[in-house]
């Protein structure tokens, strides 16, 4: 298992890696298919690990999270 300090680690750096359908070929040229691997593979990690990597942003940042309608 991995400790809370590499895990939160591992979210504030997914927090600066785009998201998926921000990858263009028109912005990442060639390296495109390897930066979405990349997303997927933390994506991945951090949902074997049972964090919600569409929540990281809010866990990591709150102030800056938008209040939620529901």
């Given at each position: 298992m991995v400790d809370e300090d590499t895990l939160r680690a591992l979210k504030t750096a997914f927090t600066f890696m785009p998201n998926p359908v921000e990858v263009t070929r028109y912005d990442y040229g060639d390296q495109a298919d390897k930066m979405l691997k990349q997303i997927n593979f933390v994506r991945e990690v951090l949902a074997s690990h049972g964090i919600d990597p569409d929540e990281?942003?809010?866990d990591i940042n709150?102030?800056?999270t938008p209040n939620s309608c529901y």
């Amino acid at each position: 298992m991995v400790d809370e300090d590499t895990l939160r680690a591992l979210k504030t750096a997914f927090t600066f890696m785009p998201n998926p359908v921000e990858v263009t070929r028109y912005d990442y040229g060639d390296q495109a298919d390897k930066m979405l691997k990349q997303i997927n593979f933390v994506r991945e990690v951090l949902a074997s690990h049972g964090i919600d990597p569409d929540e990281v942003a809010g866990d990591i940042n709150p102030e800056s999270t938008p209040n939620s309608c529901y």
